[in-house]
């Protein structure tokens, strides 16, 4: 199975980037066949760790590291945005601010002790909004861009970390398979 671990945006921060989304040219319905690949706003998620294609086997190894996350709620908050990547495989992000350096470090040591695979690149706080990839012309591209780094959305304190499967295909869907609550 194919694992991460996240924090998920709480209802009212996710309800007032989804107004900002709203406006941008990715959110715009498209021709059949052209689709920008809009993330639902209910599959928001900044990923603490990726895991990775995990032996079905080891999955209560990944359910041990979210429930032994300490409790260490960092204040964040969905500020600016970017992109990773170029040409058909650019994706469209709004970056996060605040001190989750500690949090996504403790996610990744606790993945380390349980020897399960984990992205060792640097942690990127960030909640992936579309895939345009090259269908988006790169003028309007870069007017979501202006207005994404100019949005500074409300603060609020990461209190739960999810362990998640992701079901690929044409319609990627995502389900928890644990959560680790601050205080719990």
Same mark, same amino acid.
């Given at each position: 199975?194919?694992?991460?671990?996240?924090?998920?945006?709480?209802?009212?921060?996710?309800?007032?980037?989804?107004?900002?989304?709203?406006?941008?040219?990715?959110?715009?319905?498209?021709?059949?066949?052209?689709?920008?690949?809009?993330?639902?706003?209910? %599959?928001? $998620?900044? @990923?603490? =760790?990726?895991? +990775?294609?995990?032996?079905?086997?080891?999955?209560?190894? !990944?359910?041990?590291? #979210?429930?032994?996350?300490?409790?260490?709620?960092?204040?964040?908050?969905?500020?600016?945005?970017?992109?990773?990547?170029?040409?058909?495989?650019?994706?469209?992000?709004?970056?996060?601010?605040?001190?989750?350096?500690?949090?996504?470090?403790?996610?990744?040591?606790?993945?380390?002790?349980?020897?399960?695979?984990?992205?060792?690149?640097?942690? %990127?706080? $960030?909640? @992936?909004? =579309?895939?345009? +990839?090259?269908?988006?012309?790169?003028?309007?591209?870069? !007017?979501?861009?202006? #207005?994404?780094?100019?949005?500074?959305?409300?603060?609020?304190?990461?209190?739960?970390?999810?362990?998640?499967?992701?079901?690929?295909?044409?319609?990627?869907?995502?389900?928890?398979?644990?959560?680790?609550?601050?205080?719990?």
């Amino acid at each position: 199975m194919r694992l991460f671990i996240a924090a998920y945006l709480p209802a009212e921060a996710e309800q007032h980037f989804a107004e900002t989304v709203g406006t941008l040219a990715v959110a715009r319905p498209m021709p059949e066949g052209q689709s920008l690949r809009l993330v639902p706003a209910e %599959q928001w $998620h900044m @990923t603490l =760790a990726f895991v +990775g294609e995990v032996d079905d086997a080891r999955a209560d190894d !990944a359910v041990e590291v #979210v429930q032994a996350v300490p409790a260490l709620m960092p204040r964040v908050r969905i500020a600016g945005g970017g992109r990773f990547g170029r040409g058909k495989f650019t994706t469209l992000v709004a970056k996060v601010d605040g001190d989750v350096a500690p949090l996504g470090d403790a996610v990744r040591k606790l993945l380390k002790r349980r020897k399960l695979p984990f992205d060792r690149r640097p942690l %990127q706080p $960030h909640v @992936t909004i =579309a895939r345009p +990839g090259d269908r988006l012309p790169q003028e309007v591209l870069a !007017a979501d861009l202006e #207005v994404l780094r100019e949005y500074q959305g409300p603060q609020w304190s990461v209190d739960d970390v999810r362990l998640m499967k992701s079901v690929l295909g044409p319609r990627p869907a995502y389900e928890v398979l644990a959560t680790a609550r601050s205080g719990e």
